[in-house]
T-cell receptor
Framework: AQSVTQLGSHVSVSEGALVLLRCNYS??????LFWYVQYPNQGLQLLLK??????LVKGINGFEAEFKKSETSFHLTKPSAHMSDAAEYFC?????????????FGTGTRLTIIP | SQTIHQWPATLVQPVGSPLSLECTVEGTSNPNLYWYRQAAGRGLQLLFY??????ISSEVPQNLSASRPQDRQFILSSKKLLLSDSGFYLC????????????FGEGSWLTVV
């Protein structure tokens, strides 16, 4: 069984400051890990994913995440926050079971950007 | 490229009325299809997934049902809606070989009154 825990349901940062959204996972098999972003009243958009290649993954909109097996973490970062980054962010995990992929999502972190 | 369409975008239905949400995927064959629900203040809950026509797996017991009459069509239904069925419903798809990546539609807001 797999699960993810997102620490902090709400995070506020000032415009131009570092964004750090935390995600810890639990998995009995080597995990695939994902970050999705959801803007108000919209579906989820894939930001980035880790699938056992490079541990530092770069995504869209300047975001990146680092897979740390020793810490069972996959935190999402962005060096400088922009007002357009205000959204809800979901971390998700799955196992490498080809043919019947299912993701388990965290409960989400709402990111607010302070002007 | 692949696209996913979901409709209606917004729906207000009285308690006890039926429900039908539809989803179609274009640009791919034999996708895995999913229905998720996102209730206010909560994360995403997987309701149903399908690996092929007529093959539906239910993750959570409820008064909702799903059907897959065609390869790229997925329908979420209810015979009698409950107040607790209100929420944001998301259809999604994935394909073998994309390393478990799931792509989502724009969602449907359902308010049961």
């Amino acid at each position: 069984a797999q699960s993810v825990t997102q620490l902090g349901s709400h995070v506020s940062v000032s415009e131009g400051a570092l964004v750090l959204l935390r995600c810890n996972y639990s998995s009995s098999v080597p995990p695939y890990l994902f970050w999705y972003v959801q803007y108000p009243n919209q579906g989820l958009q894939l930001l980035l994913k880790y699938t056992s290649a490079a541990t530092l993954v770069k995504g869209i909109n300047g975001f990146e995440a680092e897979f740390k097996k020793s810490e069972t973490s996959f935190h999402l970062t962005k060096p400088s926050a922009h007002m357009s980054d205000a959204a809800e962010y979901f971390c998700a995990v799955s196992g490498p079971n080809f043919g019947n992929e299912k993701l388990t999502f965290g409960t989400g972190t709402r990111l607010t950007i302070i002007p | 490229s692949q696209t996913i369409h979901q409709w209606p975008a917004t729906l207000v239905q009285p308690v006890g009325s039926p429900l039908s949400l539809e989803c179609t995927v274009e640009g791919t064959s034999n996708p895995n299809l999913y229905w998720y629900r996102q209730a206010a203040g909560r994360g995403l809950q997987l309701l149903f997934y399908s690996v092929g026509i007529g093959q539906i797996s239910s993750e959570v017991p409820q008064n909702l049902s799903a059907s897959r009459p065609q390869d790229r069509q997925f329908i979420l239904s209810s015979k009698k809606l409950l107040l607790s069925d209100s929420g944001f419903y998301l259809c999604a798809w994935s394909v073998f070989g994309l390393r478990n990546t799931i792509y989502f539609g724009e969602g449907s807001w359902l308010t049961v009154v």
